[in-house]
């Protein structure tokens, strides 16, 4: 069988855990792996390229472009941003210990950011048309959620070359972290736009905005990844599976208030120039405690299809999700094709995530000393302005 173990385990085990099954023609354990990951993307179920590619770095959003916009904009919407990379040293020589013979071990420095939200249509129209538009009509924001998180890892990780099971345990540094997480929200304009109500029920939290550094420890958090093969068919992946404790300058609040201003003319809350109350955290959040608070870590669960490379043309499918984040369920379907003995191609149809219907697409190449990769979950979207996402996967492997 060409498929190596190793790489089975590596690449299920990746720290983004965004790619394919990738497979390498390496016949002989080398003595050590040097193994890179990055991920970097975004997506939207509403918000194409072209407008959200204006709306982070500037450029003017005319009417045209809103209202296309708004058009795709359901009932309730997501969009999400993730920046990740992972570096790990595996040493294949050494077994852990002398008691564990087929276990080996490996350490890895990471790094995950993701910012994202799931928003309702009136929501996104206040922000874009503003609160007069909705004239005595209460503008809805129930179950929106803006989401935040960024931390580091540490991790001291064993695997099995028999069992192709994997498991690390990783210590956090939580760089930040921040949560608006609305049960219900009311926004209602009264004539004229002289006069708003705002009523929310709901949670906020923040972690320290001041510390800088790579490992700035504004909280700190342990978490563990796990990976395992379930009858040589289906591999069950997990990620991030752990907590952080933010001890240092948290604020946190409970939301339950019915703010009310009038006297004054306001079209857009969301706009800078409009009063205070929209560039105020004081302001809507009145009850802010410094109170350290415990969040749990996104983590990434995954089940895929093992590929087995003696084959020329196979299945290739899988289901993921990542908690905390607003992520839908994202599910891709397609094939698998061994083109040579060094190069593997795979693509799929996917559905999910924080896109709705979209192409991925992988290329591998490995030789008896290296391996590189290369892949989208936006296959269709990086090539067009309208489309609604961008993303990049890179990985490589050197075996000295």
Not at 190 to 210: C, K, M, P, R, V
């Amino acid at each position: 069988m060409k498929q190596f173990s190793l790489i089975v385990i590596i690449l299920g085990f990746i720290s983004v855990d965004y790619s394919q099954d990738t497979t390498s023609t390496w016949k002989k354990t080398p003595p050590f792996v040097l193994s890179v990951d990055f991920f970097g993307g975004l997506g939207s179920t509403n918000m194409t390229n072209e407008f959200t590619s204006k709306l982070i770095f500037g450029g003017h959003i005319d009417s045209t472009l809103k209202n296309n916009v708004l058009d795709n904009t359901k009932k309730m919407n997501r969009a999400g941003f993730e920046l990740n990379y992972e570096v790990k040293f595996y040493n294949m020589q050494d077994t852990f210990l002398r008691t564990l013979p087929d276990y080996r071990y490996y350490i890895g420095i990471g790094s995950y950011a993701n910012t994202s939200a799931s928003f309702t249509q009136d929501f996104f129209k206040t922000i874009f048309y503003g609160n007069a538009s909705f004239g005595n009509t209460p503008a809805v924001f129930d179950n929106t959620t803006l989401f935040q998180s960024n931390f580091k890892k540490i991790s001291f990780g064993l695997m099995n070359l028999k069992t192709k099971t994997s498991f690390a345990l990783s210590i956090i540094s939580g760089n930040n972290h921040q949560l608006f997480d609305f049960n219900t929200a009311r926004l209602t304009t009264g004539e004229d736009a002289n006069e708003l109500t705002f009523e929310y029920d709901g949670n906020f939290q923040q972690s320290d905005s001041i510390a800088n550094g790579f490992l700035k420890f504004s909280g700190a958090g342990i978490a563990l990844d796990y990976s395992m093969h379930i009858k040589e068919t289906v591999q069950l992946s997990i990620t991030n599976l752990g907590f952080a404790l933010w001890a240092r300058n948290p604020s946190s609040a409970r939301l339950n208030e019915t703010i009310n201003y009038d006297g004054f003319y306001v079209s857009n809350v969301f706009s800078e120039n409009s009063f205070n109350v929209s560039n105020s955290l004081d302001s809507i959040i009145p009850n802010i405690e410094s109170k350290a608070f415990v969040s749990f870590l996104p983590a990434i669960i995954e089940a895929k299809k093992v590929i087995n490379t003696d084959k020329e043309l196979q299945l290739n499918y899988g289901l993921r999700y990542r908690f905390m984040s607003n992520y839908f369920p994202y599910l891709y379907i397609g094939g698998f094709y061994n083109a040579t003995e060094q190069l593997k191609l795979s693509s799929a149809l996917s559905y999910g995530g924080y896109n709705a219907f979209e192409m991925n697409f992988n290329a591998y190449y490995s030789t008896n000393t290296y391996y590189i990769g290369v892949g989208t979950n936006n296959l269709l979207g990086n090539f067009s302005k309208k489309g609604r996402g961008r993303s990049l996967l890179l990985s490589a492997m050197i075996k000295f």
